[in-house]
């Protein structure tokens, strides 16, 4: 899937795309910058990419042919273009490189949905949880921290990543997250809350530990968006 597009040189462009066994993955599209080819290439298209280059270390690149374009469903509405390009920006954290099947398939379910299933904003935030357990920060919604009990969870600790019961977390509300019962696999909850947790989370603990001071812009007018309602 592609993530990002630049063009270089004349006519030519630097794809980036995250790919199904090699992870994230940048490449040299000869001709990729051209007019015939700018519309086919746009982030979360679905291309067929070989990739070539004399030594594992150099850049190298790709011949390209699109399977499938979402921008149709993405581009008529403003929110799945919003949480394409967030997505896109947050897959950047990844390592080069690094394999990820698991979160490459979640992100392709992901994406597919943009724009065409009504519950969307909930799948992308349950996504963005996922994000969260690949880059090392997953969060522990299994029991609470307090009592160990698995019953009416209703808060996440913002320092640990752990869930507590509605009544034992109740003396605390004001400094603990709302825990979404969508993450839960439960009805209820919206897209603003589960955006409002895994951001707490991507940028007070996993930014920094990728060399981030905070959110990529494009997340933050994704949450921006939905806070707005």
Avoid at 69 to 98: F, V
Wanted: aromatic share 6%; proline share 7%; with cysteine.
């Amino acid at each position: 899937m592609l993530l990002t597009v630049r063009r270089l040189g004349e006519g030519g462009a630097l794809l980036e795309a995250f790919t199904a066994a090699h992870g994230r993955h940048a490449g040299v599209a000869p001709g990729g910058g051209s007019r015939r080819m700018a519309p086919l290439l746009q982030p979360g298209a679905q291309l067929d990419l070989v990739w070539r280059a004399r030594l594992e270390s150099h850049t190298g690149t790709y011949r390209a042919e699109l399977i499938r374009s979402r921008a149709a469903a993405i581009m008529s509405d403003g929110r799945a273009l919003a949480a394409m390009q967030a997505a896109a920006a947050l897959l950047r954290w990844l390592p080069e490189r690094e394999p990820h099947p698991a979160l490459y398939a979640r992100t392709i379910e992901m994406a597919d949905a943009l724009g065409a299933d009504p519950d969307w904003p909930r799948r992308y935030a349950a996504w963005e949880l996922a994000l969260l357990a690949e880059l090392g920060f997953g969060l522990d919604l299994e029991r609470c921290a307090l009592t160990g009990a698995r019953e009416d969870l209703a808060w996440i600790s913002p320092r640990t990543g752990r869930a507590v019961t509605r009544a034992a977390g109740a003396p605390w509300a004001d400094r603990l997250l709302p825990l979404p019962p969508f993450f839960l696999g439960l009805p209820g909850g919206d897209a603003a809350e589960g955006l409002r947790v895994t951001g707490h989370f991507l940028g007070a603990h996993a930014a920094a530990a990728f060399g981030h001071k905070g959110l990529p812009p494009a997340r933050a007018r994704l949450a921006q968006i939905f806070a707005a309602g």
